[in-house]
């Protein structure tokens, strides 16, 4: 069965509109683990935009589920990772004008650098998660270079304009995850998943976990975090196996 992680990067955007000390995410991160996520998901960026190095100290303290380390493949960010042993790391691009992740990571031309990355993180029992769109190279290489999972870059599909170009990029997603399935890759979803658009996924065999954010914490200002996690979690529980 599919699991729900969830992504609290936007609950700490809010805070640091302020630069204050609330909402906390470490706070919303327990919330959505008692309303029944399966892990949870932090972006420590280069910039400190929103999660700040006090988050993921203290989410590595007291994560009851899974913790789920998205970064740039940066030294610092590799140092950061073998301190606080997450579960996982996905890595991610990275830009500083962006609004936030708009593609997946180019791992073409970069698969014996990403290969000597992950070594240490491997090492230390840390599994690793590379964030593509769903291009048949961008699958080989990561193949290549040894990761366990993949996250299959869902944003285009999300931000498509019409149902026809929606159902063009759902049909490259649904391509991909089968050729990362016969690779032996295991495939995790995210980026723009809502509570409508998730469902053109009920029907796709095999995807081990949704990644979303945004969607959940907009929901959550109406709802409360409790009953949009539920919801969620409701959804994506019904889903094929």
């Not at 009851?64 to 493949?73: G, K, L, R, S, V």
């Amino acid at each position: 069965m599919p699991l729900l992680c969830v992504n609290v990067d936007h609950v700490a955007t809010v805070r640091q509109a302020r630069l204050g000390i609330e909402p906390d995410p470490v706070t919303a991160a327990a919330m959505c683990e008692l309303a029944g996520a399966a892990g949870i998901i932090m972006h420590l960026r280069e910039d400190r935009r929103h999660v700040q190095d006090r988050d993921i100290d203290l989410i590595s303290q007291t994560i009851q589920t899974q913790f789920h380390f998205e970064m740039a493949a940066t030294e610092e960010m590799q140092q950061i990772a073998l301190r606080i042993t997450p579960a996982t790391v996905c890595l991610v691009p990275e830009k500083r004008e962006e609004l936030t992740t708009e593609g997946g990571l180019n791992c073409i031309g970069q698969e014996k650098r990403l290969i000597e990355y992950l070594a240490p993180l491997h090492e230390k029992g840390i599994g690793s998660s590379l964030f593509i769109d769903a291009d048949p190279k961008q699958i080989k290489a990561s193949h290549a270079i040894g990761a366990e999972y993949v996250e299959i870059h869902t944003g285009h599909f999300a931000d498509a304009k019409n149902r026809a170009e929606q159902k063009t990029e759902l049909a490259r997603i649904i391509d991909g995850i089968k050729m990362c399935q016969d690779l032996g890759l295991k495939v995790n979803l995210g980026h723009g998943l809502n509570y409508t658009n998730i469902f053109d996924f009920a029907e796709v065999p095999g995807i081990c976990e949704y990644s979303i954010g945004h969607s959940i914490m907009s929901r959550a200002m109406f709802s409360g975090v409790d009953r949009a996690v539920r919801d969620m979690v409701e959804i994506i529980r019904n889903f094929a196996d």
